[in-house]
């Protein structure tokens, strides 16, 4: 809260540390901390280009495009935070808006009489960031009708600048769209954080140099996470010596020998990341002119994102200066976007691109929505040159800034070069706001056959179609051509990269040859003619050879050269003047720099689509030149030796055999024979044939390279089946024929095996169609053909111990059914248990009398119930009574058998009642 934020003065400036310990101790206070002193970010000229007279930054960032799309907006304010600025300058006194002098607490930013040069450098920055322009008069601004507000934050005393974040605070307050900050330290404060972000969070862009040390140090306030931190760069792009670097770095700006406004009334050069830093701004401003809806964040975002890659130029310091260097032109043309409700566009096409091999393509293309309103609907319009067009209409749902991949159908295409063409038209229904992005193209080849070694090239025929060459150019700018040109024969023609007048860094441009067959040589070899000088000695372009031998989709880089100022790969001096060779002296054959290159590509013997791909780099030097393109193949291939394996050498009719072959070496035919097999020839490597009848047949295989042809011959047995067998019904079992079957019997219902069921014969427990497979001794099979079987329903019946029983005793049950049973279902009254499921019971009677016994019996095919016998239960006799008559023991008791017992043993032979 910078409200609660408060500023001590004291005058005991050595107990500075004890007074920060005693107001920390206060639990009231959240921090306690000094105060940074901030310096200016300038840089005397002597370390600047002291040649650059003019506004060499503006050109380079494409200043007079960009207000080609916009000249600025009076209601646009860029803060300019600094030592003092000098309001009455008569290339900046109508550009002001009130400011402040928050050091000394005044309306006055202007610094004081004789005040040395306090003033020259906050006069100077804010010259950059919105001198006026199109006025005749002295120099032009990035930001061009954008208005100033000055903010002098140096004491008039001394011109130390102890009010810089006061400065920000009161911008801030005061309706600053933009805040420059060309001063800074190496220390962070926890007030300069909260000053800044509270800045921030009021809608302003704010916007530091780096600092002039040449070191990766943080500086603050460049280094705060809500301030964009600018490094400084020369004329050709790289880091300014003095500049600092870093991952911390937001993008860079030109910053060495800047002209601007002075504080003497008069124009000057100064060298600073102070100098980069309001170029940023004013750019800053100037987008914020076009697009007033956009935040400090999407202000910053397109910024960032339309920086020109600077890497070329910048090899020590990868990653280390932001994004890049500024395009004003590209910036203000993502504003503009940032500013339609409706716009599509073709942002990249991912296929086709670069060269393949077959008869079709699947276009693929990104689209991106760069309008604020949210993507539904897009008509996408596709064509190829001298081919199909078609129409694709996506829907779905696409954000501000986002994209998707969309896969296009298929296109059929014979072999060519081609360009396709995508474009977006109607987002949402409704007219395209921006139609200069509408549409993306690209071009590409496409082969369907090779050619065989050598390839040889000398541009003398003035076409790269006599050779089917593509050249592939992704920025469709400057690309390969061919130019008549001196010190190479045959003739007078060679291809040339223009690179001299190629503006854009780090393009990269490709000359690549039809597919060649690389197959049957000992070694293959490439060699070439070129010629090349360097603009400057810190230029220097390249060449990079790559090989594909998976028709364009992988390159693989054999070759990569450019000049490194000890004579790697120039053969003339430097030349600030386009070149042209004009003798055999400026190509590799002369003096200067290294002989012609000879490649080894013998690692790539054996395949039959290679590319090569020559392809430039560049890096805005000068001329390359290049002639005499030779690849030859050397050697004799040895003749082939035909081998191959087999996956069985036995098989039975019917059976499948796979042929692997194993010939070598360099083998580019194969010629089959199948005796007896089907197909009867192939061509094919690995071919797989089936044998339908049995037999002993011949396989032979002629394989053939380039130096001739090489025959193998091998046999294969082919079994017979065994015999069918034959299925037939006995009662309710079935039978197979045969008698013998290897591995016994399978036997099959309704085409799933019956498992455990190995025997001849069997009782089907299902009705269906049953099947039976025979093994013969060879492992051979054969089926029987299908044999319909119903199960019978069953007739119920069954037998008895015996039909009379005495009380207390048991009857045996046994079933005697006909037709397979499943299921028993008995019942027997006065028995006990009086029902059962088994299929033979057991059953006691003890109360006498005579009782029905039912049986019903089920399967598959139904049920049958037998209820027409009984069991008759006798009574016991009563207990036998015996008594004395005489002499002898009498059983009164009537009876029919009589068993008499002494001591519990049975007495012999009496079976009389007495």
Aim: with cysteine; proline share 5%.
């Amino acid at each position: 809260n910078i409200r609660l934020t408060y500023e001590i003065w004291f005058s005991k400036h050595g107990e500075v540390e004890s007074l920060i310990k005693h107001l920390k101790k206060n639990e009231f206070i959240e921090y306690a901390e000094k105060k940074e002193r901030h310096v200016l970010f300038l840089t005397p000229n002597d370390l600047g280009n002291n040649s650059t007279t003019g506004q060499w930054g503006l050109h380079k960032i494409r200043a007079q495009f960009a207000w080609d799309i916009s000249t600025g907006s009076s209601e646009i304010i860029v803060a300019v935070t600094d030592d003092a600025i000098v309001t009455t300058h008569v290339d900046l006194a109508s550009k002001f808006v009130p400011g402040r002098d928050v050091a000394n607490n005044d309306n006055n930013t202007n610094p004081p009489a004789n005040s040395g040069s306090l003033g020259n450098h906050g006069t100077h920055v804010s010259g950059t960031v919105g001198s006026a322009t199109n006025n005749g008069t002295g120099i032009a601004s990035i930001g061009y009708n954008v208005k100033i507000m000055p903010v002098k934050i140096g004491r008039d005393s001394d011109g130390i600048l102890t009010s810089g974040y006061e400065g920000i605070q009161w911008a801030a307050q005061n309706g600053a769209h933009v805040i420059n900050m060309s001063w800074g330290g190496g220390s962070s404060s926890s007030y300069g954080l909260n000053i800044v972000n509270a800045a921030h969070n009021s809608g302003a862009l704010l916007i530091a140099a780096s600092g002039n040390d040449n070191v990766s140090s943080v500086f603050f306030p460049a280094g705060y996470a809500n301030v964009m931190a600018i490094s400084s760069t020369t004329t050709n792009d790289s880091k300014s010596n003095f500049s600092n670097f870093g991952s911390w770095i937001t993008v860079s700006a030109p910053g060495s020998s800047i002209r601007s406004t002075l504080k003497n009334g008069g124009y000057g050069n100064l060298s600073g990341t102070s100098m980069a830093s309001p170029l940023v701004a004013g750019l800053a401003g100037l987008l914020k002119s076009i697009a007033p809806n956009l935040t400090p964040n999407q202000l910053r975002q397109c910024i960032i994102s339309t920086a020109d890659n600077i890497n070329a130029a910048n090899a020590g310091h990868l990653g280390l200066l932001g994004s890049g260097r500024i395009n004003a032109e590209q910036a203000a043309l993502c504003a503009l976007a940032s500013s339609y409700n409706f716009d599509a566009a073709i942002e990249t096409i991912i296929n086709p691109t670069g060269v393949s091999c077959g008869s079709s393509i699947t276009p693929s293309v990104v689209l991106k929505n760069y309008g604020q309103t949210t993507l539904t609907a897009v008509q996408i319009n596709y064509s190829i040159s001298n081919g199909p067009s078609g129409v694709y209409n996506w829907a779905g749902s696409l954000t501000n800034q986002a994209t998707t991949v969309i896969q296009l159908p298929v296109l059929s295409l014979s072999a060519g070069n081609y360009t396709f063409t995508a474009s977006t038209s109607i987002p949402n229904n409704n007219a395209d706001q921006n139609p200069s992005n509408d549409a993306s193209s690209a071009s590409f080849a496409i082969f369907n056959t090779n050619s065989p070694l050598p390839f040889t090239e000398n541009f003398e025929s003035n076409s790269f179609t006599t050779n089917s060459w593509f050249i592939d150019n992704p920025d469709q700018g400057s690309t390969w051509s061919i130019i008549t040109s001196q010190g190479t024969s045959p003739g007078n023609k060679s291809a040339r990269m223009n690179f001299f007048n190629y503006a854009t860094v780090g393009q990269r441009d490709a000359l690549v040859t039809k597919p060649l067959d690389f197959t049957g040589y000992a070694s293959v070899n490439l060699s070439f003619e070129h010629a090349y000088r360097r603009k400057n000695t810190s230029s220097t372009d390249s060449l990079i050879i790559y090989v594909s031998t998976d028709c364009g989709n992988n390159f693989t880089r054999v070759f990569a050269r450019g000049e490194n100022g000890t004579g790697t790969f120039a053969t003339a001096t430097t030349s600030t003047t386009s070149f042209s060779p004009t003798s055999s002296s400026n190509w590799c054959m002369g003096t200067v720099g290294p002989a012609c290159f000879n490649i080894n590509l013998s690692q790539f013997i054996g395949e039959t689509n290679v590319f090569v791909k020559f392809e430039s780099y560049n890096n805005n030097g000068n001329n390359f030149f290049i002639d005499n393109i030779n690849i030859i193949g050397t050697g004799t291939t040895p003749l082939p030796v035909a081998s191959f394996s087999v996956s069985q050498s036995t098989v039975c009719e019917g059976s499948t055999i796979d042929f692997d072959d194993l010939s070598s070496p360099a083998v580019t035919s194969w010629d089959w024979s199948f005796q007896g097999g089907f197909p009867a020839t192939s061509n094919v490597k690995d071919p797989t044939i089936t044998y339908p009848t049995a037999g002993t047949y011949n396989v032979s295989l002629t394989v053939s390279n380039v130096t001739g042809s090489n025959t193998y011959t091998y046999q294969v047995n082919v079994n017979p089946l065994p015999a069918p067998p034959v299925i037939s019904q006995l009662g309710q079992d079935l039978s197979v024929a045969p008698m013998v079957s290897t591995g016994g019997f399978i036997w099959f219902v309704n085409g799933l095996k019956i498992n455990g069921i190995t025997g001849q014969n069997f009782t089907p427990s299902v009705t269906g169609d049953y099947t039976a497979e025979v093994t013969d001794i060879n492992g051979c099979k054969s089926l029987s053909s299908p044999f319909s079987y119903a199960i019978p329903p069953p007739v119920s019946a069954y037998a008895t111990s015996s039909n009379t029983v005495c009380e207390g005793k048991s009857v045996s049950f046994t079933d005697q059914s006909t037709a397979t049973v499943n299921a028993w279902s008995w019942s027997f009254p006065g028995g006990t248990p009086s029902s059962s499921n088994s299929k033979n019971p057991f059953i006691s009677y003890h109360t006498p009398g005579t009782y029905p016994v039912t049986l019903t019996v089920t399967n598959s095919a139904g049920s049958n119930t037998h209820n027409s016998g009984n069991i008759t239960v006798l009574p016991n006799p009563p207990k036998p009574f015996v008594s004395m008559n005489g002499s002898n023991l009498e059983c009164s008791t009537p009876g029919v058998n009589y068993l008499w017992n002494f001591n519990f043993s049975i007495i012999p032979g009496e079976t009389d009642q007495t």
